[in-house]
């Protein structure tokens, strides 16, 4: 029977930033062939194979995965062993909004500088 399926890469929560590449693999330790391989996110099944690729990932891909590794045992086939794998929760962040709020602020802070060094040059003269 197949046993203690796995994805990798394996942090139980995984980060990236949109636009980046991201495949995940299913493996399982043990289990005679032929393994089938299903994917699930939030619960539902959403390809199969081994190799899932998300490609250049969006904010949407975000969400918890995991893979159901099945094999069967006997000619007849009705044995049938599944395994799933502990949830991989993928978090995708946005680009740049952290340096778009940065860069505002340090603008406005470098605006009002310059406005109080015109008022004091103005007043002086």
């Not at 399926?5 to 394996?10: L, R």
């Not at 390809?47 to 690729?53: D, K, T, W």
């Amino acid at each position: 029977p197949v046993a203690n399926a796995s994805i990798s890469p394996g942090p139980r929560a995984h980060q990236v930033r949109a636009g980046d590449p991201v495949s995940l693999r299913c493996s399982v330790q043990a289990g005679s062939a032929p393994v089938t391989f299903t994917w699930l996110r939030h619960g539902r099944q959403l390809a199969r194979g081994p190799l899932l690729e998300l490609g250049h990932v969006e904010v949407a891909h975000s969400g918890t995965y995991q893979c159901v590794a099945t094999n069967q045992l006997g000619q007849d086939g009705q044995r049938v062993f599944r395994a799933l794998s502990p949830e991989l929760r993928l978090q995708v962040t946005p680009w740049g909004h952290g340096g778009t709020v940065a860069a505002g602020v340090v603008g406005s802070l470098l605006f009002l500088l310059l406005l109080a060094a015109i008022i004091v040059a103005v007043h002086r003269w």
